[in-house]
């Protein structure tokens, strides 16, 4: 049985709570005990503020090869998705490993352990299954733990280019055929990466969108992993809004609430665009709202109400999405910071909250409600913090220093699941460089 | 006569123009000659993609005491002046040296070759002069350029807490007495620092706000400095606006033409809150708008009409503002984002216009025309960025990755006047740290 400690300097505890001198044991993958204790021993001693690893909620890992690619002159989002169909089309089993784990070694260092990935890049160019049906289902799981990081893979049911459209170009690699023969292929990724305890790959399951799977289909989706995650794209434009209303004549969160996708297990990703009464369904069932504002700054796609879902009962979350930034502390300050755009108010998000979006909710909503807290028990994942850069310098060492000053590149050390994830940075730099390449040339 | 040579691996050279292998030669503080080579020969080579030195327009430097201070509860941009203020009264000469170097420190790692101190804490904490007048002032220029920046001061008149007011508080420390005893002060700091070609400070002015010099003061400090330039916050705040049309029956931009401030020598700090008319005043007078995007999400500002300014005739700059972030870049891809957010649209800022207000622009609305270029006979600044680390790889080698990928830490060199600007990032933070619990604990 292997122990080791790590003495933090301080550590955030939760909400408002913010501790020096904390010696944190660790057995295995678990946190054994958290105790106060000025003499850090042989302990490894972590120099900062030490906090939860953080989860990053929704991820397409592939679009970071559009980073920087896709602001010339004028286009809107589906200008933008085109481009990020060309990748699309370009990747196969060995090409998205290698994009997708120098994508997640990138979030390692900046203290993410634990990624959801929206995954519907399925089948072959010509949409015929590979072989192995869920050979990109594995890259990618494969490229998460080879890169430090634990998984939920939410295997993403994509029917439709719209509502009723048969997929068109590429998208007829995101299709399965029917809601069911999804099922068949998620049933057997699901069996091949069991639910269990120490367990650092699980497998969700995702609707894309009320685009892309028709409303009576969905209650196949949300039925075949009972007790695992459920996520899907919700509101994130208004002409996804004018277009299921004229389809179903009601939102898109009452289409899946009236599918019965909307639960406590349920993550609605964007929510951006919500009647009050969406609030009230997503607030009501203590679903989880994924906000990814880096993401939702640069697709134009607006300010979601996370407020008011978050005082309604919704559970906030963050996720990095198109990758066009990879810094968790930037997704959860813009929280704040796009609400005071909104209302022309401040202080809407006590920067404890924030955290705890981006730890204990996060994880939770991602099928591991026993992470993202340093507590006995818990996964071991620590994140530490250097608040004497010249970003946190003076900016004291409490929660609102890591929300509001703080940057990835402070993460000085992580443990993830009580193993240190290193990677030299450079040497990412050069991994995702390649990639990148690789399929934009190829 | 000192000449040095730079070689870049790719150099901006204006919007729509990245070079490769762009020899550079430099005499003294200028740039003597720029051509393609693709030989470096003893050159010092620049790996990378160097822009121009970055102008930071509008900062007031002690504010970086506050940064991840401010956050916590409820507040608005009210509550946050009063801990503002309370930073302003613990400040003398000696501490003020101390907390702008260090925040100059950070500016020059960031690629800030120029800084617009928007400078108004003049006097003493019971409001009588220090012995040297311009103790203050002079405290800031001489932690600028021994920083390594050049600097406008941007000298402030402040005379009024409030629509004919009183100063309060702390702002006795701000206020002359009247816009010719303000006159009186800033003609000798001026005549000490005489606007010369090589000269690396200089002395601009600066009307605080309507809130703050009555209209019929305004000529006065107008015409003070007629080839310099000449700030003022404008609308940064609808409750200004409001007050300002109680007072006055017209728009803070309406009152500040009358009064003959409007120029193409003028920039107007944040123009959040504008009227149509407004718009057409600063277009048509080829102002200068100085947008401060990360304060202006801190602050709950809003979203200012940056782009129907420039299509009105303004010319766009950029500013740090309060520091809540110093990263120039973050400013810049800021500008772009927050119109996506107000408008649902993307495309608005074409990524080398927004090099152009970060440089030349810039450069020009401070007092120095001639730089922010890599032209011959302009200033001899040159930044690099890291076009391969974990934020730009993949993200290609052209202004777009500058723009949307890189962040102050991807700046590898600076050259300032022909100097290398070195700082030692742990040292800084270590003054910034320093600084801030001089100015917070005394």
Known sequence: MSVSAYWCERAWLGPGD?????LVEVEEQRIRSVRRDRSPGAAHRLAGLTIPGLANCHSHA?????????QRGLGTFWTWREQMYAVARRLDPDSYYRLAFATYAEMALAGITCVGEFHYLHHQPDGTPYDDPNAMGEAV?????????????????????????????VQIRYHDGSADAWGVRVADLAARHPAAADAAAEVGAAIHSVRAVP?????????????????????????????????????PTAVLADAGAVSARFT????????????????????????????????????????????AGARLTLGSDSQAVIDPFEEMRAMELDERLSTRRRGHWPAGELLRAATSEGHAALGFPDAGRIAPGGWADLVTVDTGSV?????????EAAVYAASAVD?????????????????????????VEEVLAS
């Open 18 to 22: 913010v501790a020096d001198d904390v």
């Open 62 to 70: 592939f679009h970071r090869a559009l980073r920087g690619r896709t």
């Open 141 to 169: 799981i494969a490229a998460a733990t080879d890169a430090g990081l634990r998984i939920a893979l939410l295997d993403t049911c994509y029917l439709s280019a719209g509502f009723g459209a048969p997929p068109e170009g």
């Open 215 to 251: 409303a009576d289909q969905m209650p196949v989706v949300a039925a075949l992993l009972p007790a695992a995650p459920l996520h899907a794209h919700v509101s994130e434009q208004v002409a996804e809004n004018d277009a299921c209303g004229q389809r179903y004549g009601r939102t």
């Open 268 to 311: 609605a990703v964007h929510a951006t665009h919500l009647s009050a009464a969406d609030v009230g369904i997503l607030g009501d069932a203590a679903a989880y709202a994924c906000f990814c504002p880096t993401t939702e700054r640069d697709l134009a796609d607006g300010i979601g109400p996370a407020r008011a879902l978050a005082d």
């Open 391 to 399: 970003r946190t310098a003076g900016a004291g060492a409490g929660e």
């Open 411 to 435: 993460v000085t050390h992580v443990l993830a699941g009580g193993r240190v994830v290193e990677h030299d940075p450079a040497e990412v730099a050069r991994l995702l460089a390649d990639a």
